[in-house]
């Protein structure tokens, strides 16, 4: 405020426009005062994460300064990497993510398709329904889900509770209404030309999706695909829920049964656990960090 | 004469017929592969959510041993208990709150990133990006590990202020202040980016005409930015108090509803009843309580979403 | 190569209807364009024909065969669409032959049809880009190039122009024309630029409100237009309407424009006109080109008369004066030396050889 009343004392063009970058100048550096003290809270967990992933269980009861690390060793990533528990959740959260995003694409894509491109009776009331079951939370649906579940196993005699594939299941629950509707964002951005001239090009209705819409709406596919995966990989409840052996859990829910054990905390082995566990969405963020930001906005911006 | 003047005009009308019916085939035919199309969609969203949704109502009215119907039994069981109403003011404290921080300071973050050279936007975006794109179960645990009672890193550092030690997660103010604080922490870069998003479609040349209409900075942001950016707040916003409303992960695994049920929220708290406790009917009922709330913010959603679409 | 008809062809949509039943028959070869303005279902038809859109009643054609069941892939056409409708993600080459690729078509004949449908097009070096490192002109052309690879019964085009600049489309006017003269293929153009359907036309057929107003060759509409919408439609600057009465001045009928200025009729046109009541209220149509400035020795037919210029636009070549008449605003295309200026009094003459007499009600030509 006040370089600006200075500059109207200033009657020269010149010296406006010298004031007007020294203003700049000062917000660009206010700016970035900000921006680092927010990169800073922003950051201190998962940078905390790696410090402790690094420490000894000796260097972490020592009341040293808790932000170093004296004594660097990789002993925690050996000993989870080495052991067959930790191992196999990373095996069951992969199995099961790689699944739910492959049956996510196989319902959404083709019924985005279906809502965006072809009506049909009830179409439209589906395709608000389809956003409404978006906003249904997990924890909402998680008891009488896992109830029917239990009754299902009574009845048919089909075990599924405490089985890692039941999560196949409940997964897309969360998944689908998303996806679907983010493609039909995307395939809504078609113009209706493109289909025209494919079908007079004598294409059918499923090799205008697969050989037109697809390649076309690939940026929103990738964008739904990194959602699918996240989702199932960092989901909680559902595996809390429906899965108790240890040789079923997925990672989250396993790091956390597993290596909490009664009241002694082994935090540096936690914490790369914990680390290793985000590591999948850190690392797909890092190289597609564009798609995945799309896939995030989309929702709203979109349809 | 008659014959020749005759003939086309039967053909024609037998023509007219087979091509009503013929047509009716096409149509019905590529109803039918759409319908087919969506049809796992339909099936999906029929067995796994709208019936699980019915028959928690069901559930909600059943004994312990659903065994027998009870009617309102539970809803009345839980009006009756204090922890039910401390749960119904702490989810609405935790809720309320951390959208409130969530929006505000996604808000300013957005600015900030806005207004710096947008070569490196793209840099400071991923960064800052980076709580929500980890699981939050897995950053919760480095919370908890930061909050730790006797080896807190934060405690460590506020030794040398003269502060503390806190007892971040051992009090129930501290506790439910830790739980909103881990919970802003990991959605407020969500608001950030939706922020980033929405700024970005405001046209320079609507900053432009303001400047030249002789509008200041703060004049901008509030009658520019802001109107322009309405309606992504809101439906960010909503979206964010459904996610919050309906939130797990992080208050299990900071307090798990500690200390003495002073951070339970519906979630958490219908977890430990229905699952933990066995008592599956009253779970449902409790969890049921978040509908109403859901809802209502589920309709402005709807409402705020067709207007865009109207927009457009 | 086929011909194509129309009978009684309509669209309903709901309750309105966007084609009022339409008659139309498009030879072999011919080149026929659909104009009229936004609104009037010339692209309805054209996409009825195309087999986009199921047709209400009626019939349509392709080659002496009922295509109303047919789908689109089977009718054997090709369409060009405004914003031509390329797929982004495959090359100039892919986008051509993606329809002979979906037929199974041979790789060799494939790669012959493409090859020689660029070089027609002068598109060779294009081939292995994707549209979106194309120009307007450019894609316009690949456009193309898809639908005559295709060899088709049928050309459509749905305003195939409209995306372009204005000399591009001057420029793609003349190579649709080298085109269709190479190819022959009978070929339905729909678009809202009269100029364009003069300049490309066999035949022009002229549509308003979903009906055909009048289907000839582009100088039959010009010089005789069946009705006041075609009168006005056609040519540019459009015709003139002055309200008018035909009255007897001394037994010979003359047309009377306003109260100082009134006409004797040609006598070539005095018969025509002879039977019209007195009392009709009428329409002088008059083309610019035919309101001049009065020239010193008289024309059989040619009246001149004396107007206060409202505004003149200098276009080079011509200039164009505007001058109120009986309260209609005329304009007249005058010699840029004839010292038209704003606001100034001119003597022009009016060559009314080629009016047209319309009615004011029906707006019929008479």
Redesign the interface.
Known sequence: MTTITIDKAGPTRKTKYGSMSRDRAWALRWSYFFLVIFAIFFLTPPIYMLITSLKTSAEISAATNPWWVFHPTLDNYIALLTSNQFLRFFWNSAIVSIFVVSITMLISVPAAFALSRMRFWGSTVLGTGVFLTYLIPETLLFIPLFKMFVVIGDWTGIQLINRWYVLLFIYPTLTVPFCTWIMIGYFASIPKELDEAAIIDGASWFQTLTRIFIPVALPGLIAATIFAFTVSWAQFLYPLVFTTSTDQLVMPVGIITTLIKGDVFNWGQIMTGALLGAAPPLIIYAFLMDYYIAGLTAGATKG | MADVALQPSSTAAARTAQKRSGLRNVLGRKSTIAFLMALPLILLIATLVIYPAFYAVHLATLNKSMARFVGTGNFEFLFKRETFWLVVKQSCIFAITAVIFKAVIGFIVAHFVHNIPAKGQRKWRGMLLVPWVIPPAMSTLAWLWLFDPSYSAFNYTLSFFGIGPIPWTGDPYWARFSVILVNIWVGAPFFMIMYLAALKSVPDQLYEAAAIDGANWWQRIWYVTLPMMRNIIAITTLFSLIVTFANFDIVRILTAGGPLDHTHIFATWAFRVGIEGSDIPLGASVSLFMVPILAVAAIFILRDISKRGNEA | MAEVNLRKVVKRYDEVEAVRGIDLDIADHEFVVLVGPSGCGKSTTLRMI???E?ISDG?IMIGGD?V??V???DRD???V???Y?L???MTVAENMS??LR??RYPKAEIKARVDEAARMLDISELIDRKPKQLSGGQRQRVAMG?AIV?NPKVFLFDEPLSNLDAKLRVQMRIEIKKVHQKVRTTTVYVTHDQVEAMTLADRVVVMNHGRIEQIGTPTELYHSPATRFVASFIGSPAMNFIPCQIEDAGGKPQIRLSDRIAFPLPAARAARYQKIPRTDKLLLGIRPEHVTEASAHAESGVEPFDAVLDVTEPMGMETLVYFPLHGAQVCGRVNPNAGAQDGAPMRLAMDLNNMHLLNEVTGAVL
């Open positions: 195309a087999g986009l199921d019939d009922v109303n069941d789908p689109p892939k056409i090709a369409m669409f405004q914003n409708a797929y982004p993600h993606f329809g979906l037929k898809r295709r």
